[in-house]
């Protein structure tokens, strides 16, 4: 702990969530090591209702909020009368929330002040709300810092947003070489968001990312939940040029060094107790995350795979995905395959059984896998997977893209062979335990920036 005291006046920092996908998540764990970090600052945790009753229900007693936070509310943006249902396409959900912001925000910040008693020093803020905490905090006159959870190669593309829409005209194939760090970046990689093109009206989503790029070096401080160590030379420096302060405070949802593994007999799942009976490195974890389902053609194709190869495998799939499965595929893969709702990703993970991870290339699983030197087989689905899946690819070397994108018998049977059996996946299987101990290395420095951090805040 290396917060220190300021005047006093206790410190009263607001948080202003984006209130999708895993972001709450992520930024409440980095808030947790904070509040412990710096006892003494009150930390505001502005959310909208639906996204805290989520976020609240997935703490555990082991991982309690600290006294020092609270929760305060924010509107969602969903019109009246209630039961408004959204399409299917979860950027309606956002367009509504961004609609709404940032009075939304505002309110929420007066009201932790009026039940405080305490004005804000300071704000952090999710970098997709960069715009909207630059304009409160300029009101307030008091710092703001951001804080971006995915790879900074994935900042990068948004910080360079207009001048990627100026020259990345033409081939999907085209290298995006004239960004430094992203010279392995295809067009076609970067997110849908910074590729506008000139028949489409730019959504408040897409407008918001554009403008994060602009307002980031105006902030105080730009925090990044990722590790120095792991970025290109080209990236650091392009990237510290930029912004007025960078804090690389680490994996922000990992504990490292990991703890040991609990008794398997521990885990209501079964995965544990399964992965025992497993040799070492030979099965294949399977999970796409939450926010994307397979088409239902690569999920048969997928099953189809598993099912042929024989290779032994874990996955985790929903019930209603489960329900979609060829006709008899538990069946026949019960002696070297275990299909369940949800598993202990992070400990299934570090189990020694686990010899490649079939993702959706999403940051917080990506970083999972590294802390545990597990190669990767890729299948991205939207926003920054792709770049993610580009890195593990060619930047790092440490998995493999489905070919084509698309999953198939053919396919997903070829990279679970090259990964698992080829001398290519033997290399990338070392590059990854290489990675893995670059990680635990950085944990010192990341430790040191996170104090800076909370320095900072208690400071402001």
Same mark, same amino acid.
């Given at each position: 702990?290396?917060?220190?005291?300021?005047?006093?006046?206790?410190?009263?920092?607001?948080?202003?969530?984006?209130?999708?996908?895993?972001?709450?998540?992520?930024?409440?764990?980095?808030?947790?090591?904070?509040?412990?970090?710096?006892?003494?600052?009150?930390?505001?945790?502005?959310?909208?209702?639906?996204?805290?009753?989520?976020?609240?229900?997935?703490?555990?007693?082991?991982?309690?909020?600290?006294?020092?936070?609270?929760?305060?509310?924010?509107?969602?943006?969903?019109?009246?009368?209630?039961?408004?249902?959204?399409?299917?396409?979860?950027?309606?959900?956002?367009?509504?929330?961004?609609?709404?912001?940032?009075?939304?925000?505002?309110?929420?910040?007066?009201?932790?002040?009026?039940?405080?008693?305490?004005?804000?020093?300071?704000?952090?803020?999710?970098?997709?709300?960069?715009?909207?905490?630059?304009?409160?905090?300029?009101?307030?006159?008091?710092?703001?810092?951001?804080?971006?959870?995915?790879?900074?190669?994935?900042?990068?593309?948004?910080?360079?947003?207009?001048?990627?829409?100026?020259?990345?005209?033409?081939?999907?194939?085209?290298?995006?070489?004239?960004?430094?760090?992203?010279?392995?970046?295809?067009?076609?990689?970067? =997110?849908?968001?910074?590729? @506008?093109? /000139?028949?489409?009206? *730019?959504? &408040?989503?897409?407008?918001? %990312?554009?403008?994060?790029?602009?307002?980031?070096?105006?902030?105080?401080?730009?925090?990044?939940?990722?590790?120095?160590?792991?970025?290109?030379?080209?990236?650091?420096?392009?990237?510290?040029?930029?912004?007025?302060?960078?804090?690389?405070?680490?994996?922000?949802?990992?504990?490292?060094?990991?703890?040991?593994?609990?008794?398997?007999?521990?885990?209501?799942?079964?995965?544990?107790?399964?992965?025992?009976?497993?040799?070492?490195?030979?099965?294949?974890?399977?999970?796409?995350?939450?926010?994307?389902?397979?088409?239902?053609?690569?999920?048969?194709?997928?099953?189809?795979?598993?099912?042929?190869?024989?290779? =032994?495998?874990?996955?985790? @799939?929903? /019930?209603?995905?489960? *329900?979609? &499965?060829?006709?008899?595929? %538990?069946?026949?893969?019960?002696?070297?395959?275990?299909?369940?709702?949800?598993?202990?990703?992070?400990?299934?993970?570090?189990?020694?059984?686990?010899?490649?991870?079939?993702?959706?290339?999403?940051?917080?699983?990506?970083?999972?896998?590294?802390?545990?030197?597990?190669?990767?087989?890729?299948?991205?689905?939207?926003?920054?997977?792709?770049?993610?899946?580009?890195?593990?690819?060619?930047?790092?070397?440490?998995?493999?893209?489905?070919?084509?994108?698309?999953?198939?018998?053919?396919?997903?049977?070829?990279?679970?062979?090259?990964?698992?059996?080829?001398?290519?996946?033997?290399?990338?299987?070392?590059?990854?335990?290489?990675?893995?101990?670059?990680?635990?290395?950085?944990?010192?420095?990341?430790?040191?920036?996170?104090?800076?951090?909370?320095?900072?805040?208690?400071?402001?």
């Amino acid at each position: 702990m290396s917060a220190t005291k300021g005047s006093e006046e206790q410190k009263h920092v607001a948080f202003l969530a984006f209130p999708f996908g895993s972001h709450p998540l992520t930024r409440l764990s980095l808030l947790r090591k904070l509040a412990r970090a710096a006892p003494n600052v009150r930390f505001s945790f502005l959310n909208t209702a639906k996204s805290t009753r989520s976020l609240l229900s997935k703490s555990t007693a082991d991982d309690d909020v600290p006294h020092n936070i609270k929760f305060f509310q924010v509107a969602d943006g969903v019109p009246e009368p209630e039961g408004h249902v959204h399409a299917k396409n979860p950027v309606e959900a956002i367009n509504l929330f961004l609609k709404a912001t940032p009075d939304n925000l505002r309110k929420g910040i007066d009201m932790a002040v009026a039940e405080t008693g305490q004005r804000i020093t300071c704000l952090l803020c999710d970098a997709f709300l960069s715009t909207s905490a630059m304009e409160i905090a300029e009101d307030m006159n008091v710092p703001w810092i951001p804080i971006w959870s995915s790879l900074p190669w994935c900042l990068s593309a948004h910080v360079y947003t207009d001048i990627i829409r100026e020259r990345c005209v033409g081939s999907e194939t085209t290298t995006v070489d004239f960004i430094p760090g992203l010279s392995t970046m295809r067009v076609a990689d970067l =997110p849908e968001e910074v590729l @506008l093109r /000139e028949d489409e009206e *730019e959504s &408040l989503f897409s407008r918001a %990312l554009s403008q994060m790029g602009s307002a980031l070096p105006r902030a105080t401080a730009v925090v990044m939940g990722f590790f120095e160590e792991l970025n290109s030379p080209p990236l650091n420096h392009d990237l510290k040029s930029k912004f007025q302060n960078v804090f690389n405070v680490g994996f922000l949802t990992l504990s490292l060094p990991a703890p040991p593994l609990p008794p398997s007999s521990s885990d209501l799942t079964g995965c544990l107790s399964w992965l025992d009976g497993k040799k070492s490195g030979s099965v294949a974890y399977v999970g796409f995350g939450t926010m994307a389902s397979l088409p239902h053609e690569e999920l048969i194709a997928a099953a189809e795979a598993l099912q042929t190869s024989g290779v =032994p495998f874990l996955w985790s @799939l929903n /019930e209603n995905s489960k *329900e979609l &499965l060829p006709r008899g595929f %538990l069946e026949k893969t019960k002696t070297h395959g275990k299909v369940v709702p949800w598993t202990p990703q992070t400990q299934v993970l570090a189990h020694a059984s686990i010899g490649v991870f079939v993702t959706h290339s999403g940051a917080n699983s990506v970083y999972e896998s590294i802390a545990n030197g597990v190669p990767l087989i890729c299948r991205p689905f939207f926003g920054d997977q792709h770049m993610i899946g580009r890195i593990i690819e060619e930047e790092w070397g440490i998995g493999v893209g489905v070919e084509g994108g698309v999953i198939t018998k053919d396919r997903l049977v070829k990279s679970l062979e090259l990964v698992l059996g080829d001398e290519q996946g033997k290399v990338m299987r070392e590059k990854a335990e290489a990675l893995k101990e670059v990680v635990l290395k950085g944990v010192d420095s990341a430790k040191k920036d996170l104090n800076s951090l909370a320095d900072l805040i208690s400071a402001s």
